[in-house]
């Protein structure tokens, strides 16, 4: 069964601390995606990745970073948390631009 | 205008029904057209992908696009309890990378 696999069903972070959100996929697929998803605001897209060190911003990037250094492995990173940034993160996967996608379980971030 | 509308629901069905689901969008160019299902606390699945105009059938899942419209459905024959969960309409438009989606719509089956 293929897979999406996000390293932290839950996380609970200080404000100022820098994040780390982990994604791997075994699907062997180009292009890579974080989301976050908040109620009434649905899901936004924060960074992509088309191809290994590669990245584009997406909607809301502010105060992420992504990594690539692995094809396999996508990451994202909250420079320094901040409460505005407690959500549910997905990150998702796809076999091109034109296909849909597989989500991970998704992680539920709370910064205090 | 939204890129992607849904109207958010709840759209109550009773078991048995046949529950219809309905997006609207913007980007008149766009080419590929997707449902996904998300069950409360859980990540989306994809359920249908749709590309050209007509109906798609998967199961009890049929997928309608009309481009002209710029309206994709999604129908839910024979509806059951499990299919209780938020379906999101998501749109591949033109250029870029971008895939948009709606905020989705909640659907309850009344057993």
């Known amino acids: 069964d293929v897979k999406v696999t996000q390293s932290s069903r839950y996380l609970v972070k200080r404000t100022g601390e820098k994040v780390f959100l982990e994604c791997v996929q075994d699907m062997d697929h180009e292009n890579m995606f974080w989301y976050r998803q908040d109620p009434g605001l649905g899901l936004r897209l924060i960074y992509f990745s088309y191809d290994v060190k590669m990245k584009e911003k997406g909607d809301i990037p502010e105060g992420y970073s992504v990594s690539r250094e692995k094809k396999e492995r996508f990451s994202l990173i909250l420079e320094s948390a901040s409460t505005n940034q407690t959500s549910m993160y997905l990150c998702?996967?796809?076999?091109?631009?034109?296909?849909?996608?597989?989500f991970g379980s998704g992680t539920r971030l709370t910064v205090v | 205008q939204k890129e992607v509308e849904q109207n958010s629901g709840p759209l109550s069905v009773p078991e048995g029904a046949i529950a219809s689901l309905n997006c609207t969008y913007s980007?008149?160019?766009?080419?590929?057209f997707f449902w996904y299902r998300q069950y409360s606390g859980k990540s989306p699945e994809l359920i249908m992908s749709?590309?050209?105009?007509g109906d798609k059938e998967d199961g009890r899942f049929t997928a309608q696009l009309n481009k002209a419209s710029q309206y994709v459905s999604l129908l839910i024959r024979d509806s059951q309890p499990s299919d209780s969960a938020t379906y999101l309409c998501a749109v591949k438009g033109t250029g870029g990378f971008k895939t948009i989606f709606g905020a989705g719509t909640r659907l309850f089956v009344k057993a």
């Open positions: 998702a996967s796809s076999n091109g631009l034109n296909y849909g996608y597989t």
């Open positions: 980007d008149r160019g766009s080419q590929s």
């Open positions: 749709i590309y050209s105009n």
